[in-house]
T-cell receptor, first 114, second 112 residues
Framework: AQSVTQLGSHVSVSEGALVLLRCNYS??????LFWYVQYPNQGLQLLLK??????LVKGINGFEAEFKKSETSFHLTKPSAHMSDAAEYFC????????????FGGGTRLMVKP | DAMVIQNPRYQVTQFGKPVTLSCSQTLNHNVMYWYQQKSSQAPKLLFH???????NEADTPDNFQSRRPNTSFCFLDIRSPGLGDAAMYLC???????????FGSGTRLTVV
């Protein structure tokens, strides 16, 4: 079974500041890991995913995440926040075999102050 | 562009009146999912179709049903909506239940 924990249900940063959204996972098998973003009244959009190979994954909109097996973490970062980054962010995990469903963390609402 | 399309974007239904939400996809993915997302919560999987095989989550109420007449379309039927069923309903697709899912824009259901 897999699970994810997102530390901090709300994160507030100033425009231009570093964005760091934390995600820790639990999995009995090597996982796939994902970050999704959700804008108000919209579906979920895939930001990036870790499936194998490179542990530093670059995604859309300047976001990246690093898979750290020793820390069971997959934190999402962006060097400089933009007002348009304000949204809800979900970390998710799945196993690598068919039949392993995507499991979401509780979400982190990112607020960007001018 | 290949995508997942949900109709309608907003749906208002009366308490107890059956309602159907629809989802279509042009990705030719063999797996389709329905999620329920209540305010300020993570999406919760209701069920999914792997090809024609229906897979219900253990805690999905019987009030929720689904149909997949072909690869491209999937429907969510709520037989007798209650006030507690008001939520965003998200459709997603994937290939072989592995890897990232592609989500539609969702249907926000209001029950009055």
């Amino acid at each position: 079974a897999q699970s994810v924990t997102q530390l901090g249900s709300h994160v507030s940063v100033s425009e231009g500041a570093l964005v760091l959204l934390r995600c820790n996972y639990s999995s009995s098998v090597p996982p796939y890991l994902f970050w999704y973003v959700q804008y108000p009244n919209q579906g979920l959009q895939l930001l990036l995913k870790y499936t194998s190979a490179a542990t530093l994954v670059k995604g859309i909109n300047g976001f990246e995440a690093e898979f750290k097996k020793s820390e069971t973490s997959f934190h999402l970062t962006k060097p400089s926040a933009h007002m348009s980054d304000a949204a809800e962010y979900f970390c998710a995990v799945s196993g690598r075999n068919a039949g392993n469903m995507l499991t979401f963390g509780g979400g982190t609402r990112l607020m960007v102050k001018p | 562009d290949a995508m997942v399309i949900q109709n309608p974007r907003y749906q208002v239904t009366q308490f107890g009146k059956p309602v159907t939400l629809s989802c279509s996809q042009t990705l030719n993915h063999n797996v389709m999912y329905w999620y329920q997302q209540k305010s300020s919560q993570a999406p919760k999987l209701l069920f999914h179709y792997y090809d024609k095989d229906f897979n219900n989550e253990a805690d999905t109420p019987d009030n929720f049903q689904s149909r997949r007449p072909n690869t491209s379309f999937c429907f969510l039927d709520i037989r007798s909506p209650g006030l507690g069923d008001a939520a965003m309903y998200l459709c997603a697709t994937s290939r072989d239940e592995v890897g990232g899912y592609t989500f539609g824009s969702g249907t926000r259901l209001t029950v009055v």
